[in-house]
């Protein structure tokens, strides 16, 4: 069969996008559409095998707008659906929108045991650090002391950063991105879904009317992303800013930003981004920074390979079907101990 | 004849073997049987004591048995706890055949009796108390394996076993040749040293005069087929295993280990070979959640759970209403409230399945009534779910879980079809009005049967989104207009409505008109047909019925009720299918036997219970 050539819009259903004006999950739409034709292409899988599963929220009404099989689901729950959605048919390319409420306050659990199963998911987590649809409540994410409705003296919660938690929870692939950022986000997304195992992207989303502005000190405009935020490689050293003048490096246990070229730094000082190292520590140390003290990270934090749940999943039952070639429903209620009535 | 035997030991005494060893050879004889394992909730309490005596009842008789019997008219005791524990689950002249030698002054004492007075203490008087050396007996019948000493005790349990066959003349083939296959192969000396102890058993009951003379010989209690003993939880899994063979579809269990319910996970953690798959879930929500998209990639998707597990996935099981997913639901109901009584049955999670969901969220609610029907009627829920495109909910109880009865085997073959209404572009193509002005496919477009035709991924130009909140009718997008809620609502209980015409309605026992209409569901059927048959032999004008669908309520049961002056419902909760019945009908005349003791029914009582609802 011809393979097929998608376009952004074949991916999209048409109906009208109900996200307030300045959303930032239009932009992260739109990178989704420029995603899907690429993904398509890389994996060989034609439109009707991609699910779009998502929990409640803003970021869940995601499915609605799309061309593919999708389920608009129940709050936090997504990842724990797609997660049957995938096992049970690991030809299907699974997709789940979901998020800082749904995924790290009420769906909690089942987001950290996709992580930790490494179900084969590409799973982009909205943070928006408040809760849009309920109309302005903290979330997990929301900093601390932020001033909500519901915490109309300041949160006294210290919040969940969402990347930090998935390396924790072992995703296989972790990545972060800005919704402004619309190529970045592409190539997260393509990468993530790509990626053979549970793949985390958290998007840097702003909330025009109930969070406006929330990653505005690292995210505002371009000369700020510059300066504040580090793009990470795998296999590049770690710089930033307009010159790539600075540069992060390892302080005994800490990561420590320098400025080439002082205090007797060289680039030669400065640590080269290695997203498939096995280990946590850097990645986590990279995943936690947070501005002012240091640049926010985006880009592929963490991407290794290890075996995926739906994969063993799939093996296991091969092997039993190997060693017992052929057996049936009735070769198993015939089998073992009856005896006849005559 | 019917005889009801217990044996009861130490948790390590091997008890449920024992009685598995003697139902099934029995049943190998000929006989119909029915068992109910006791033990405790506790892993294994300490040697010896009250808390970690373990028990396993068969009922047996020449006719098909259909309950596990009320109290038992022989109590094996392999220590003084045993003893202890058990004896109320036993006649007052019960037949108790101890251990003697586990029966010293300090082993009474142990348990908070004087050795002296523990006759009169436990109202044994009346009993006939063999005082076997059961121990001793043992030790001397494997001496020649030259096995050390606990492993020689250790084959007390086949000693008990060759006791009790024998006082029935039932034959020990089937046994022997189960110890041959058990430890044959590992071990021989434990082998010979087990079927030494049987029939040592079997000596000293032919020896002291055990064997009965009264016992009317087993002619075929069932009818001919291959049958094997089967529990109600493996019966469950074989049922969902059927009805993927049959269907086509793979099978999928989500699910969470809780009590009762986890043998049925594990039985279909096994068949992977059958291409069964299983997830182990992170808890009981994600249980029915990878189910449910499980079911939305295609497969006959069941999550299995008991009473507290089903309160946690009453908002995914909405979910399931809503956006009409193929779901077999089983509770497998404890003792509750809350986490209740893990380990006893009870019948209390109806109502919960019937309503316990947000907005009006009807639902087909199953029964299962005895441990082999428990595969009819997961069969039944899958064909069910899978051909009306709807979330089945299938009661059983803790009773059925665990109690064994023998199970006529059957080929998929000789099953109902199951046909789900599985579609591709090209057969809806001349279906206009399955897709939308822009050519997109309308996911709530639906079948004569208003089932929703099932667009699984992959199938080409079907793409569609499902989801919780409210939709327009047939074109499926959200709408929040009164109208489409309405029809939506209206729609969502005509669908389960009309799958009463699945289900063969009910079966009326005794008198087709009279005094009293007696109705039970679940696993105290059996014992209420037996207490209606007793009096309806009696002459009195009196009938049983079975509920095995109560929603939709399954057909013939309203009409019914109107022959009789008297229904009386009988249920192990506080009147949960009565107030059901009395909305259903507006009768005044519906009364209930509501037993809250999480125990199995006593026929005796319930002859006495019927006989006043009579007068």
């Known amino acids: ?342 | 004849m019917s005889v009801v035997i217990r044996f009861s030991g130490d948790s390590g005494d091997g008890m449920q073997m024992v009685g598995n060893l003697f139902s099934e050879s029995a049943a190998f004889a000929g006989y119909g049987v029915f068992t109910f394992p006791d033990y405790p909730a506790e892993v294994r309490a300490p040697q010896g004591t009250v808390a970690g005596v373990s028990g396993f009842q068969v009922h047996f008789d020449t006719q098909a048995v259909s309950h596990q019997g009320d109290k038992c008219d022989v109590l094996v005791a392999m220590n003084a706890a045993a003893l202890v524990a058990h004896r109320k689950y036993a006649t007052a002249n019960a037949r108790i055949i101890l251990d003697s030698d586990n029966f010293t002054k300090e082993a009474v004492e142990k348990v908070g009796y004087n050795i002296e007075t523990i006759v009169e203490k436990l109202q044994l008087g009346e009993c006939d108390i063999i005082e076997a050396p059961v121990s001793q007996m043992t030790l001397d019948a494997v001496v020649e394996f030259g096995l050390d000493r606990k492993s020689a005790l250790k084959c007390r349990n086949m000693l008990v076993l060759g006791i009790t066959l024998a006082m029935y003349d039932i034959p020990s083939e089937y046994a022997k040749k189960f110890i041959n296959k058990k430890f044959g192969a590992k071990n021989e000396l434990v082998s010979k040293a087990n079927i030494a102890a049987l029939e040592a058993g079997e000596n000293y009951a032919k020896n002291s005069h055990l064997v009965g003379e009264h016992h009317s010989k087993a002619t075929n209690a069932l009818p001919a087929g291959t049958y094997r003993s089967i529990n109600g939880n493996q019966a469950v899994a074989w049922g969902f295993i059927a009805a993927a063979a049959k269907s086509g579809r793979p099978l999928f269990c989500g699910s969470y280990p809780i009590t009762p319910a986890t043998g049925i996970l594990e039985e279909l953690a096994k068949h992977k070979a059958l291409g069964v798959k299983t997830v182990q879930a992170e808890d009981e929500i994600a249980g029915i959640c990878t189910a449910i998209g499980a079911s939305f990639g295609g497969a006959l998707a069941v999550t299995t759970t008991s009473g507290p597990g089903l309160a946690l996935k009453s908002e995914a099981l909405g979910l399931a209403v809503m956006a009409q997913m193929p779901l077999v639901v089983v509770d497998v109901q404890r003792g509750g409230p809350s986490t209740g009584l893990p380990t006893k049955s009870e019948q209390a999670d109806l109502l919960q399945a019937l309503y316990g969901r947000n907005g009006d969220s009807p639902l087909v609610v199953l029964v299962a009534d005895s441990p082999a029907d428990c595969f009819d009627k997961a069969y039944l829920a899958a064909k069910i779910a899978l051909e009306r495109m709807m979330p089945v909910v299938l009661l059983t109880d803790a009773n059925l879980a665990n109690g064994t009865e023998p199970w006529r085997v059957k080929r998929v073959a000789e099953l109902d079809e199951i046909v789900p209404p599985i579609v591709s572009r090209e057969e809806l193509a001349e279906k206009a009005e399955c897709f939308n002005e822009r050519g997109l496919f309308n996911p709530y477009s639906a079948n004569e049967n208003l089932a929703r035709y099932w667009a699984i991924p992959g199938a080409e130009g079907l793409e569609h989104r499902l989801g919780g909140l409210e939709k327009q009718p047939r074109i499926g997008a959200i709408s929040y207009s009164p109208e489409d809620h309405a029809a939506m609502g209206k729609l969502r209980a005509e669908r389960v409505e009309r799958v009463a015409d699945m289900v063969a309605p009910i079966e009326i026992e005794g008198a087709n008109e009279g005094d009293l209409l007696v109705i039970s569901w679940g696993s105290n059927v059996g014992k209420v047909a037996e207490a209606v048959a007793k009096l309806y032999a009696e002459g009195k004008r009196v009938a049983h019925t079975a509920v095995t669908l109560v929603n939709p309520l399954q057909r013939g049961v309203v009409e019914a009720m109107a022959h009789y002056k008297r229904i009386l419902v009988c249920e192990s909760n506080s009147g949960q299918l009565a107030s059901l019945l009395r909305a259903a009908t507006n009768y005044s005349n519906i009364h209930s036997y509501a037993s809250m003791e999480a125990q199995p029914f006593n026929v005796a009582e319930l002859v006495a219970t019927i006989n006043l609802n009579l007068d």
Not at chain 1, 139 to 160: A, D, R, Y
Not at chain 1, 178 to 196: F, P, Q, R
């Open chain 1, 1 to 342: 069969m011809a393979k097929i050539e998608y376009t952004p819009n074949d991916f999209r259903n048409g109906n009208a996008v109900k996200w307030c004006a300045g959303c930032g999950d239009h932009a992260i739409f739109n990178s989704v559409l420029k995603a899907l034709p690429e993904v398509a292409e890389r994996l060989d899988i034609p439109r009707e095998n991609f699910a779009f599963i998502s929990g409640i929220g803003c970021s869940s009404r995601f499915v609605y707008y799309m061309n593919t099989y999708g389920f608009h689901t129940i709050h936090g729950r997504a990842a724990a659906i797609a997660t049957g959605l995938k096992t049970a048919r690991p030809d299907l390319s699974v997709w789940v929108c979901s998020g800082d409420g749904d995924s790290l306050a009420i769906g909690g659990n089942h987001f950290i045991h996709a992580c930790r199963r490494n179900i084969n998911l590409n799973l982009i987590l909205f943070n928006n650090e408040i809760y849009g649809l309920t109309k302005g409540q903290y979330s997990p994410t929301s900093k601390l002391g932020k001033v909500t409705k519901t915490s109309p003296f300041g949160t006294v919660e210290e919040p969940f950063s969402p990347a930090v938690l998935a390396i924790g929870a072992k995703a296989s692939f972790v990545a972060r991105t800005i919704d402004m950022e619309l190529d970045l986000t592409k190539e997260m997304l393509v990468e993530g879904a790509c990626h053979k195992g549970m793949a985390v992207t958290e998007a840097l989303v702003n909330c025009v009317i109930f969070n406006h502005k929330t990653h505005a000190d690292y995210a505002d405009t371009k000369a700020i992303r510059e300066e504040r935020t580090i793009r990470l490689r795998h296999g590049e050293k770690m710089l930033f800013g307009a010159n790539k003048e600075k540069g992060l490096v390892l302080d005994g246990l800490r990561l420590k930003v320098v400025t080439l070229g002082e205090d007797g730094y060289t680039i030669d000082d400065v640590l080269t981004h290695d997203a498939h190292c096995e280990d946590t520590a850097l990645h986590t140390m990279l995943a936690s920074m947070r501005y002012p003290e240091y640049p926010v990270a985006v880009g592929v934090i963490r991407d290794v390979q290890r075996a995926t749940y739906d994969d063993e999943v799939a093996r296991q039952i091969s092997e039993q079907q190997q060693r017992e070639p052929g057996k049936t429903a009735d070769d198993l209620f015939f089998g073992g101990e009856t005896w006849k009535v005559e």
